[in-house]
Structure formats: C-alpha cells, structure tokens
C-alpha cells in the first residue's frame, strides 16, 4: 500500500529564515511526487512535478528535491505570503494520488 | 476560467437527510475524484472515475454513491447524512489516471455540516 508521510505537522518561521519540509514516501513503480499549496478555504493548487531521484525544480522562493525514499520542499527566505499548507501526493503504478497529512507553514512578519 | 466547479460552497444538513453533490469540469478531463479532507487526516479518496462510464470505489466509500453522468460531471451523492459526514469535500480531475504532468487539479470545495 502507498504511503507518504510529511513532516513536521506544523512550521513557525519568522520572515526570511529559510527551512525545509521533508514528504517520505513509499510506493511501487513511482509516477510522479507532487508537490501542492492550500490556502485557508480553498483547494490545493498545483507546485511542482518531480519524477526521479536527483531531480530539482524552483518557483519563486521554493525549491523541490527528490530523493529515491524522500522529497523536500525548501523554502528560502519565506515572506508572509508564504503562509499556507503544504501537501505532498506520490502517484504510483495504482494509477492514483496518495497524499500526506500535510504541513502548516505559518511565517511572522 | 477553466477548471473544476463544485456546488454548493455550502451546505448543512440535518441528519437522516439527503443531498448530492455537484461537480464539473471544462479540461476535456477523463479521471475524476472525490476527497474528503478532515482536520489530522489529510485528504482521503472517496470514489474515483477512471473514464466516463467507470467508478470504483477509494479509502471511504461508506455511506457515499457517485455518479459519472457524463465526461465533464461526477456527482457525489449522500443518501442519509451522518454527523461523521461532517468534512470539506473536494473534487478533481485529471487527463489521465496519473497526470504525470500536474496530478489532480481540484475544485474549491464543500464544507459539509451536519447536524
């Protein structure tokens, strides 16, 4: 059975100090790990596609890394916008989305 | 806009009462999906629609029927609501099983109550 775990449940930062969110997963034949953005309210809005290990993709302020047992999103120098929850899904050969709890990144001015 | 519409926003209901859920997309999408995402435990497959005319059921599909009326619409349909059917439900769709391009791309939500 697909699972992806996500760490840490919640995330404090003060504006401009960088962190990282960790998304573990386990899954037979890996399709894709997706990252996505919630806003209070509001669906989860599609980050980033990332496909094999060694693979990295930036937005803005964020950067997405792959490992073969994890994934990281990393956030550099974070501003109040930043503040959402974070969710991880891996996509395995089931054909379908597993998604972690999530993380709540919460950033002070 | 293009994307995916859930209706209503809201909705509270009482329980033994039932209701259905809508949801349509304008991406020529042929998978869909109900999520229910409750606070601690994350989103969790209700039902999904592989291709028009197909459903089979995810994590929780008690007390939940769905419909695939056609390829833009699939309906999620409580018969006799819960209080445990308290949640925010959201639908998606995607190109194929896996969109290995972007995953799901997801409506913006029913927040469900009942009382």
């Known amino acids: 059975e697909d699972q992806v775990t996500q760490s840490p449940e919640a995330l404090r930062l003060q504006e401009g100090e960088s962190s990282s969110l960790n998304c573990s997963y386990t899954?037979?034949?890996?399709?894709?790990l997706f990252w996505y953005r919630q806003d209070p309210g509001k669906g989860p809005e599609f980050l980033f596609t990332l496909y094999s290990a060694g693979e990295e993709k930036e937005k803005e302020r964020l950067k997405a890394t792959l490992t073969k047992k994890e994934s990281f999103l990393h956030i550099t120098a974070p501003k109040p916008e930043d503040s959402a929850t974070y969710l991880c899904?891996?996509?395995?050969?089931?054909?379908?989305?597993?998604f972690g709890k999530g993380t709540l990144l919460t950033v002070n001015p | 806009n293009a994307g995916v519409t859930q209706t209503p926003k809201f909705q509270v209901l009482k329980t033994g009462q039932s209701m259905t859920l809508q949801c349509a997309q304008d991406m020529n999408h042929n998978s869909m999906y109900w999520y229910r995402q409750d606070p601690g435990m994350g989103l969790r497959l209700i039902y999904y629609?592989?291709?028009?005319?197909?459903?089979d059921k995810g994590e929780v599909p008690n007390g939940y029927n769905v419909s695939r009326l056609n390829k833009r619409e699939f309906s999620l349909r409580l018969e006799s609501a819960a209080p445990s059917q308290t949640s925010v439900y959201f639908c998606a769709s995607s190109e194929d099983r896996v969109d290995t391009n972007y995953g799901y791309t997801f409506g913006s939500g029913t927040r469900l109550t009942v009382v």
């Open positions: 899954v037979s034949g890996l399709r894709g």
């Open positions: 629609s592989a291709s028009e005319g197909t459903t």
């Open positions: 899904g891996s996509g395995g050969s089931n054909y379908k989305l597993t």
